[in-house]
């Protein structure tokens, strides 16, 4: 049974840093692209990042150059650096796995709260 288990969230100040961490129970942990999620409260959940088994990366427009996304295969766990946190950060922020390889699957992990305040 597939597992991704976030951990790292927290309260930090305006212009602080976090980072998130997912710990994936994969077999295969390479065959499976890794993506971070955040939902804002009243808001719908919205894509923050993405990386590839190969380590290719794409970012969601308002957080480019601010967060990064890495992975290490061996440890089978993927991080989220975040940087210069605004209070529109503020989110529940989700782990996803996602292959395509002999089937389409997609698993969640249950979430971090990240809030940005002063």
């Known amino acids: 049974q597939v597992q991704l288990v976030e951990s790292g969230g927290g309260l930090v100040q305006p212009g602080g840093s976090l980072r998130l961490s997912c710990a994936a129970s994969i077999s295969i942990f390479s065959d499976f692209a890794m993506a971070w999620y955040r939902q804002a409260p009243g808001k719908e959940r919205e894509f923050v990042a993405r990386i590839t088994g190969g380590d290719s990366t794409v970012y969601a427009g308002s957080v480019e150059g601010r967060f990064t996304i890495s992975r290490d295969n061996a440890k089978s766990t993927v991080y989220l650096e975040m940087n210069s946190l605004k209070p529109e950060d503020t989110a529940v922020y989700y782990c996803?796995?996602?292959?395509?390889?002999?089937?389409?699957?997609?698993?969640w992990g249950k979430g971090t709260l990240v809030t940005v305040s002063s």
């Open positions: 996803s796995a996602f292959t395509a390889i002999q089937s389409v699957r997609r698993y």
